[in-house]
């Protein structure tokens, strides 16, 4: 897809243009949908004229899964208008508009355009001579298409407008705000059904919501943007997921290392983090020691941490792979406006790991890292992803990428053989590389389909020489390792946002902040509950005691709201019985049962991980 289709592309965000592109690689969806919905721009902007005729509008593009304008309005515009607007889009495509197409000469444009200032202004920018425009209806348009011929082609019920925002001309503050209206389009009525389902789905799922009703993550206006606070539900799930990390990369062969959160300057220099990542770091922190002027910083990555450690002592062709990780905290500089949830951080505890190997160790390492990744994918129940490996360009060599054509086409070709050969499917991507070298990005779908860029798998054949890092090859010769950089339960901030939403807050038992819930019927039968919760903390499950003076309704509901696995129920029966009434989230009542069975029973659960 031609990255400036619309001359209107370029006032899109530059980081959605590269997804579409993705999106289109990976989903090889018709061109076709993106024509209809930024045509539906044109037939929305076209029915907005006619209700407020003094409408002036800006830009209407096509994005993901819709479109929007930008419009100048005489008057607010409620949600409640957005259906009669609707109407009037329909009662246009019934029409068969055609969409004419013609070039003007720039002075005739401002002629045409001459009460739409933006227009106006876009048209002063334009370098060439001529200018493109068209027509549909009474609607003229500044644009290079491409449209549809005629609306006919538009399916009149896969439409629907969503929502009403506020955008700066141009995305400048100092420029006026437009009213930006946003549709969605797709090529049937169902197709926009099953979209907006998953939608309000999603919504229900937000990460940002239920980590707050489910208490598992803050933010501080004291601490600051983007940097999370772990709450003790939080906590209890970051240390399942690095205990289980912790025990598959024991299992094969890491060795665990732990690293400064800060680091000096000739570091980051030395790595080429330093100049070229400087915009992505905090700035630089100058300490003046013994009439010595010293800079550090922040660690944005742990891979130079990392190296250090290879380098300490010697080693021999026998020592490799050398597997070092760590759950490493990096603070990264995001803009303000592009902080989000838990997704945009700027602290963040990276599953991170380096693997410094042979070159013939190379393809047995790197697969062993995707098969992780599978296994991963396996526990968490991730049915649907995609790899993603990306290459480097002839034209970045020497800028942003290491200037070495043949290197970069002989690890290429390492990872694509070994993925082939494995049988694991990817798609190729061209110029999106790393600066030192190949990687893969994983691309994961939650429950509802949603989707995700999880982890990177990043070959590095450049940094380690920075470093001087050497291995002696049985030829005696020392040579230079090649390193894996690997991350693939990302960060705890995303893969745990990620989760959220994934499970919908109702995490499988061995993640659950709570396991099981004890509440007692009545004041008696407290005693008994106590002892349970005892027992149950004694076999390592992580159980609450709902025992405050409510009824039992409300404390069953307080627990389902928790979303907690399993609620013991506590009264006279039980406790003659030595038993336990147990109800199971998402299965209801399962009957009594012996506490001793009922443990053994979770047990298993936890370690199987159900
Ligand atoms: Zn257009
Ligand atoms: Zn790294």
Redesign the pocket.
Known sequence: MPLLK?NVNRLRPKIKVVRLKILFLIKNMADNIETIR?SLA?IMASAIQEIYPKAKFGIGPAVESGFYYDIELPSAIMPEDLAKIEVKMQELIKKDIKFKKSKVSKIKAKKIFAKQPYKLELIKELKEKEVTI?ESGSFV?L?R?P?VKSTKEIPNDGFKLTKIAGAYWKGNEKNKMLTRIYGVAFLSKKELNDYLTTQAEAEKRDHRKLGEKLKIFIFSELVGPGLPLWLPNGTVIIEELETLAKHMEKSAGYLQVRTPHIAKEIMYKTSGHLPYYADSMFPPMVLQEDGQKTVYYLKAMNCPHHHQIYGSETRSYRDLPVRLSEYGTCYRYEKSGELFGLMRVRSMQMNDAHIYCTEDQFSTEFMAVIKLYLEYFKIFGIEKYVMRLSTHSKEGLGKKYIDNEKLWKKTEAMVRDVMTKEKIPFVEVPNEAAFYGPKIDVQIWNAIGREFTLATNQVDFAVPARFNLTYIDKDGKEKTPICIHRAPLSTHERMIGFLIEHYAGAFPLWLSPSQVCIIPISEKHKDYASKIKNELAKNGIRTILKDENETLGKKIREAEMQKIPYLLIIGDKEIQAESVAVRQRSKGDIGMTKLSDFIEKIKKEIKEKI
Request: charged share 10%.
């Open positions: 619309h930024h044109h068209y348009d644009c298409g449209h």
